[in-house]
């Protein structure tokens, strides 16, 4: 998904997963380019011809996120890997570019805001420390998907550019912009070491898009023919709702129109304790629909609740509608088992997010970076 919002003017020279359902999915939609599956620890220097402007990495959030374990991505070279430590033999392979002098001009490291304060912090702090130890300055963005389509999905964006590339004004912040730079962002740039705070940049997004590209409204189908839940099931969801939920239901009733939402099952605490977790049904209504998230139980997979006076109906969302809350473009082919489906859309980026950081950032960089390895390079041609 980040190879589809970077789009049709850049060249991938080399993709790599070792994830089947992921490198089938990419042949899928881009086939005849070069594709690795092994693991990426794998992978090496030798591997990789010539110097790319921009190399991406979106490595495994499931150390990082809520769901997770907390484990988060480890210690660099240690043996007892998490699967977040991914980003490490990635850093590993750019590290070996570097002492060929041909890592590339940009470095986008994307995963779940978790990573900002994954092991107090210092899970983030040794990934800016060995950007720094490379040769890159770096900054960091927390880019949420709903200001492009009606999902909430925030991720953070670790952008780095190689030292000799001059970075343009126009693309630096004096101080942190608001929604790019939120709380946490600056509170986990607040420990960075002296020399690593030195690296440091803020990066200038500007405004977000004005308008998004649709509303949840016009995504999700509302009509008779969906695949909707029987009255049994929904009933026996409401009654899984707390009070609190309980409440917010009657006041979806009583706003006088049609409403819709998320649905979500999740493990909360018994009202006395007595039996301790218990499953609880949870509602948000708004514009946006809750993250999309890989299902590895029913507990998480994507539901929606409709709300239109007295009636109630709810049912898994299609994968049709989760492609358009990702913003992935038409005619993009997706694995035709609904699990497969979700598990993909649950690991992803939202192109459209990745696309704005394109326009923003990583192109105009590229264009910096090419003119200044190309004077670099007739420099060397004409000692």
């Not at 794998?42 to 979106?58: C, I, M």
Request: with cysteine.
């Amino acid at each position: 998904m980040a190879r589809m919002g970077l789009g049709s003017d850049w060249q991938c020279l080399f993709a790599n997963d070792c994830d089947k359902l992921k490198y089938t999915t990419y042949s899928n939609n881009w086939a005849g380019e070069r594709f690795d599956k092994r693991d990426v620890a794998l992978v090496k220097a030798a591997d990789l011809d010539g110097h790319a402007d921009l190399a991406w990495a979106s490595f495994p959030c499931q150390d990082l996120s809520q769901a997770g374990a907390g484990r988060g991505i480890g210690d660099i070279g240690s043996p007892e890997a998490t699967r977040s430590g991914a980003v490490w033999p990635f850093l590993d392979i750019v590290k070996s570019l570097a002492g060929e002098g041909r890592h590339p001009t940009l470095l986008t490291l994307e995963n779940v805001v978790g990573l900002l304060t994954a092991n107090g912090g210092s899970d983030f702090r040794a990934l800016l420390g060995t950007l720094s130890e490379i040769g890159y300055r770096y900054g960091a963005v927390v880019a949420d998907a709903s200001h492009f389509v009606p999902q909430s999905r925030p991720r953070v964006f670790v952008i780095a550019v190689r030292r000799e590339v001059p970075v343009p004004r126009a693309l630096l912040a004096e101080i942190p912009q608001s929604p790019w730079h939120t709380p946490t962002l600056v509170r986990a740039t607040a420990t960075l070491s002296a020399g690593n705070a030195a690296d440091w940049i803020w990066w200038a997004l500007g405004p977000p898009p004005v308008a998004r590209r649709n509303h949840l409204i016009d995504i999700l189908e509302l009509d008779e023919g969906a695949d909707w839940n029987s009255d049994e099931t929904t009933a026996n969801l409401v009654g899984m709702m707390s009070t609190p939920q309980l409440e917010r239901l009657a006041a979806a009733k009583a706003a006088g129109r049609k409403l819709v939402g998320s649905l979500y099952l999740r493990m909360r605490p018994s009202i006395d304790g007595s039996r301790g977790n218990v499953q609880r049904c949870e509602i948000a209504f708004g514009d946006t629909l809750g993250c999309l998230r890989t299902p590895k139980g029913g507990a998480s997979r994507s539901r929606i609740i409709v709300v239109d006076g007295d009636r109630v109906r709810t049912r898994l969302l299609s994968a049709r509608e989760a492609a358009l809350l990702m913003g992935l473009e038409e005619g993009f082919k997706l694995p035709a088992a609904y699990n497969d489906c979700f598990k993909l859309i649950g690991d992803g980026v939202a192109p459209p997010v990745v696309r704005f950081l394109a326009e923003r950032i990583l192109e105009p960089l590229a264009r910096q970076g090419a003119v200044c390895f190309s004077s670099s390079d007739r420099q060397k041609t004409s000692k």
